[in-house]
T-cell receptor, first 116, second 111 residues
Framework: NAGVMQNPRHLVRRRGQEARLRCSPM?????VYWYRQLPEEGLKFMVYLQKENIIDESGMPKERFSAEFPKEGPSILRIQQVVRGDSAAYFCASSPTSAPLGHEQYFGPGTRLTVT | AQRVTQPEKLLSVFKGAPVELKCNYS??????LFWYVQYSRQRLQLLLRHISRESIKGFTADLNKGETSFHLKKPFAQEEDSAMYYC?????????????FGTGTKLQVIP
């Protein structure tokens, strides 16, 4: 089992461009979580998804950010019209069931987004 | 609302010295507490959870409901313990429960 995969690992975008971050959960996992880590700060929850459903998006900024987890393929975190303040590390985690009911979240290596 | 506070951004100790990483939480109900660790250039991984009451890599953590704390301790620090440590909380109960992370403490073990 390759674990949670994220790509790209590093992404550079100019202000105003779109950023697409991908997360492939571990095999057999149907729950995906996205977190953002700003410089010098801890992990901040953004969104929790199951296949084809957004369960909790209370941590998502109201504008420009969206997430999906289609029936087939990876989960996508999309940031439109990026600004310098979006520069951060974005981590994805997955779990086989609603964590933490006996199953912890397994984290990916993260995508480091730099907006120039 | 649930909140996790890790007051120290950086903790430096000498090899062989005791380690205590502080974590305080705020939650009105019954919490489940975790410690996650991120070694250099590796992904974040679960170190231990209070429910299992395990000792992992010599680390232990006791939930103190009176002081609302879940400090991580190890009697003798090793160089390989150098890493970022995150305390996390989730409401205890069935169904989906969001995990809230602290800001993290960087542990630096000096040889």
């Amino acid at each position: 089992n390759a674990g949670v995969m994220q790509n790209p690992r590093h992404l550079v975008r100019r202000r105003g461009q779109e950023a697409r971050l991908r997360c492939s959960p571990m095999k057999g996992h149907s729950h995906v979580y996205w977190y953002r880590q700003l410089p010098e700060e801890g992990l901040k929850f953004m969104v929790y998804l199951q296949k084809e459903n957004i369960i909790d998006e209370s941590g998502m900024p109201k504008e420009r950010f969206s997430a999906e987890f289609p029936k087939e393929g990876p989960s996508i975190l999309r940031i439109q019209q990026v600004v310098r303040g979006d520069s951060a590390a974005y981590f994805c985690a997955s779990s086989p069931t609603s964590a933490p009911l006996g199953h912890e979240q397994y984290f990916g290596p993260g995508t480091r987004l730099t907006v120039t | 609302a649930q909140r996790v506070t890790q007051p120290e951004k950086l903790l430096s100790v000498f090899k062989g010295a005791p380690v205590e990483l502080k974590c305080n939480y705020s939650y009105s109900g019954s919490p489940e507490l975790f410690w996650y660790v991120q070694y250099s250039r590796q992904r974040l991984q679960l170190l231990l959870r209070h429910i299992s009451r395990e000792s992992i890599k010599g680390f232990t953590a006791d939930l103190n409901k009176g002081e609302t704390s879940f400090h991580l301790k190890k009697p003798f620090a090793q160089e390989e313990d150098s890493a970022m440590y995150y305390c996390a909380l989730s409401p205890l109960g069935g169904g989906y429960q969001k995990v809230t992370f602290g800001t993290g403490t960087k542990l630096q073990v000096i040889p």
